[in-house]
């Protein structure tokens, strides 16, 4: 059976894994719409194709999946998801089984205001947010809300940084500077109707952050979680992790998959306060994170078992299972293209 | 012979490259203050090893060169460099050859504001260049400086951000925020004495960036260059990047190399404008940079070569030759430590 990944960028990691996963009885496809990733290098089959918001992307895609004879579709990119979520049923038409979530679990994950909400309803822990900046100089008088403060777009934007703000010219400052590269990058898709609730503004908790991985099956039953220490970031994705059996990081983030019931992978980030060693979510996206491979390193085979899901074959225990305590990082590997 | 690669930090693409140049004819030996990094994984022997801020440092560094009988070191990060270049002798004394350049050319390097001199006193074109804030509001009054501004530290600092500054709030600000950042990163080894001249402002130059390596052997003659137009950049490193045949931008790189007459690899960055098609030397580095890899990957050993110097062996041309229209990127490969 053949295997499509969308969006795939630089997770050139996840396609071999895909292609081991398949041991050779199959092909792992990929497509992206800049075609000079490490990503695409590695598939066995590369398409470049439309941009994930331009109309011809989803023709494109279902036109790949039938020449392609696609069994399986993920997609490795937040700003990809709701486009798929929103057109599964077309690619399920066609016997694709896309572990790709609802569109209300894609939206809420995406929107880091919702994010917050739903957190908030279910009562776990996550940092105080305000959406908007007379929200946050409002929280700041009241004592809710202390420097620093993180300031970062409300939807997922790759290429808008996040920036930490230690008093109210940085927190003014920040939020002009990340309002104007909003509607800069962005302008056509959303800032032009409501750039004002464009931006949150999110107490910063400085500790020890985990990340967590938590699997589901294509109907939104937990099959494993694997939580990681991060020991080392570099732009904002994890690069040295070592997996850890940390029950009450694990508890929260699987509450998180019992919530959404997700499909796939979740990528859940968590930060453990110093000194109050309380825990607090500060995001969760509804798919393969750049953490992954820490947990595969550890033992579990997650693209095996969405392949055998696919194939509707009984899931090996040992795909579901780490080893705690095992130390990964990523290497940079040079290679011609 | 033994090799040893100082702070080595992630890059582990060049303890591999090191070790294929001795093909089992003796061992890399890597040092880091912080041996979680993926160069020291890929070291066949590593040290933990005291800052390059410590008095314990070049103590520690010349007791490793005896006991692992090194014969050739070279250093992967601007700060350690003009400690190197300051004891150069003492390793020398021990029979180890050093790749590392004079002090002069270490600091004009690391010092952005005596590069800009250097460029200037030898006719190369380089970006406008003001020392402090005060240099830059006359600048802009004089029309010698347009935005958009870069806004950077003199000295090179691997973790303070450089930024761009499109009116002159965001150089206010920006000014401000570098200013803080480095007090508070290096209190104690320049800002205290001279901080309001420790940030350069200097006119932004859009277009296609170059990369060059130029390599000299230890007397500091001229041996190979290679020409790389960057595709992509990630967090201030060459991400993807094809070989070109460039004359215009190889004599530049060249002629630099010539007055620098530095020792081993010198890493610089060209960018030609857009419209104008000139080109403006933005800085240099005089040591392996994270380029290399796309110079190796068409043809050239740089490693090898220095290993045959080291050992006054004749140098193969093969070495010193790279191939046009080479591609390639750094793929993120995940392991175990």
């Not at 066995?44 to 331009?54: G, N």
């Not at 994890?238 to 998180?256: F, G, H, L």
Request: charged share 20%; aromatic share 8%; with cysteine.
């Amino acid at each position: 059976m053949n295997i499509l990944l969308t969006s795939v960028g630089r997770r050139c990691y996840l396609v071999e894994y895909f292609k081991d996963a398949l041991g050779g009885n199959g092909r792992v496809v990929c497509v992206n719409s800049d075609p000079l990733t490490s990503g695409m290098a590695a598939a066995d089959t590369q398409y470049t194709v439309p941009r994930v918001d331009s109309e011809d992307y989803i023709p494109c895609l279902l036109e790949i999946c039938k020449k392609e004879e696609i069994r399986l579709m993920l997609s490795l990119f937040d700003i990809d998801l709701p486009v798929l979520a929103k057109h599964r049923g077309q690619f399920e038409s066609l016997g694709v089984a896309v572990a790709v979530s609802d569109p209300w679990v894609v939206e809420t994950a995406n929107d880091k205001w919702l994010t917050y909400g739903l957190l908030l309803e279910h009562g776990l822990g996550t940092p105080m947010t305000c959406l908007g900046i007379e929200a946050a100089w409002q929280a700041l008088r009241n004592g809710e809300l202390v420097f620093p403060l993180i300031v970062k777009p409300r939807w997922g934007m790759g290429s808008i940084g996040i920036h930490v703000a230690e008093d109210p010219a940085e927190l003014e400052f920040f939020y002009q500077y990340t309002r104007k590269n909003i509607i800069r990058s962005y302008l056509n898709i959303l800032a032009s109707n409501d750039i004002d609730n464009a931006i949150i503004i999110q107490q910063m908790v400085e500790g020890q952050e985990y990340g967590v991985d938590v699997l589901n099956d294509f109907s939104g039953n937990f099959l494993a979680s694997v939580v990681k220490r991060k020991l080392a970031m570099r732009s904002g994705e994890t690069d040295i992790a070592i997996t850890e059996n940390n029950d009450e990081v694990r508890k929260i983030a699987e509450s998180i998959g019992s919530i959404l019931r997700h499909r796939g992978n979740l990528d859940i980030d968590v930060m453990v306060e110093a000194t109050t060693q309380i825990p607090y979510v500060i995001e969760f996206n509804v798919r393969f994170g750049g953490g992954y491979p820490f947990s595969h390193l550890a033992g579990v085979n997650f693209p095996s078992v969405l392949l055998r899901l696919a194939n509707r074959l009984i899931i090996r225990k040992e795909s579901l299972e780490y080893k705690v305590g095992v130390c990964g990082l990523k290497a940079l590997s040079p290679r011609c293209i």
